[in-house]
Nanobody, 121 residues
Framework: QVQLVESGGGLVQAGGSLRLSCAAS????????MGWYRQGPGKQRDLVAI???????INADSVKGRFTISRDDAKNTVSLQMNSLKPEDTAVYYC???????????????WGQGTQVTVSS
């Protein structure tokens, strides 16, 4: 079984910073892409940023220049450094990882439980 556990959410004023972290654990053979999605009130879940196993990153236009995604393959973690936060960044942030478990035939997506980020104006 695989688990993704997020940490680092909270309440911050506009212009501030937060750092989200997500650790994957369990019977992991390999991890392909890892990333973050978010879901605001009454909205669909949208991509924030993705980082491939080769280190290539894809960022939503709304966060370019403000958010930075990184990963530590030795620890099976992915982090999201969020700077210059805006009220519209308020959402539940979900960690995502494409994981092949030990003995598995292919990678499948796994999700964390979500962490709330609230940006006050």
């Amino acid at each position: 079984q695989v688990q993704l556990v997020e940490s680092g959410g909270g309440l911050v004023q506009a212009g501030g910073s937060l750092r989200l972290s997500c650790a994957a654990s369990g019977s992991i053979f390999s991890i392909n892409a890892m990333g973050w999605y978010r879901q605001g009130p009454g909205k669909q879940r949208d991509l924030v940023a993705i980082i491939t196993s080769g280190g290539r990153t894809i960022n939503a236009d709304s966060v370019k220049g403000r958010f930075t995604i990184s990963r530590d393959d030795a620890k099976n973690t992915v982090s999201l450094q969020m700077n210059s936060l805006k009220p519209e960044d308020t959402a539940v942030y979900y960690c995502y990882a494409d994981i092949k478990v030990t003995g598995g035939t292919s990678a499948v997506p796994y999700w964390g439980q979500g962490t709330q980020v609230t940006v006050s104006s």
